[in-house]
């Protein structure tokens, strides 16, 4: 019971306040919205900040309650459950080698179309590739690679720079890149995708919404 209060004391009031100053953030960053500045990956963030904490201090009052139930007793073996990883197949492995395929193969079509690729991957903007025309027009393009095929994932800020950048972005999807890689184009992603939203805040874009919005080269 003393323990339960200590926690009760820094812990749930800790989270409390914290909540409630997100919530206070929230309000403001949603006037600046509405005044049209671009925020839109700050409320999320934030959003995702918020359910973090209201989950953790779900967990703890839960912790609290069961704990200022405890009572000496022999356990009883009710059963066994073996956990194993779920199937891995379709999601997404990092692996250098194909990333660098799948760039070097963006690179080498921005140049065959007469435009200037420039690397950014480096430098976490949202997109891997800034490509200039001669006339001086843009395309900030994200590249993902498989291996085989399956779907991509993008990530939080990958997706809200896909809206906010519209039909200069470009999602570059190079499939079976470990044998014959192909190239498919996909101008403004955001537009034209229906992801699924992941737990982890990635978008994961499916193989057949992927062939079904490429552009023909």
């Not at 009710?78 to 963006?106: H, K, Y």
Request: glycine content about 4%; aromatic content about 6%; charged content about 25%.
């Amino acid at each position: 019971q003393r323990h339960a209060e200590l926690k009760q004391k820094y812990g749930l009031q800790s989270l409390e306040t914290l909540i409630v100053k997100l919530d206070g953030d929230l309000i403001d960053l949603q006037i600046r919205k509405e005044r049209g500045e671009p925020v839109d990956l700050a409320i999320a963030n934030k959003q995702d900040q918020k359910q973090r904490y209201e989950r953790a201090m779900q967990e703890l009052q839960t912790t609290l309650e069961q704990e200022c139930r405890l009572s000496i007793s022999t356990p009883h073996l009710l059963g066994l459950a073996r956990v194993v990883p779920a199937p891995t197949a379709a999601v997404m492995v990092s692996d250098a080698d194909i990333e660098q395929i799948g760039m070097a193969m963006a690179m080498q079509y921005e140049r065959s179309q007469g435009w200037t690729p420039e690397d950014v991957s480096a430098q976490n903007l949202g997109f891997d590739v800034r490509s200039t025309s001669p006339d001086g027009r843009r395309r900030y393009i994200e590249v993902k690679a498989r291996a085989g095929a399956g779907p991509v994932a993008l990530t939080q800020n990958e997706w809200f720079k896909a809206k906010r950048l519209q039909d200069e972005y470009y999602l570059y999807v190079v499939l079976h890149a470990a044998t014959q890689p192909a190239l498919h184009r996909i101008q403004n992603p955001a537009a034209v995708l229906r992801p699924d939203q992941q737990v982890e805040v990635r978008f994961i874009v499916a193989m057949d919404d992927i062939l079904a919005h490429a552009q023909a080269q």
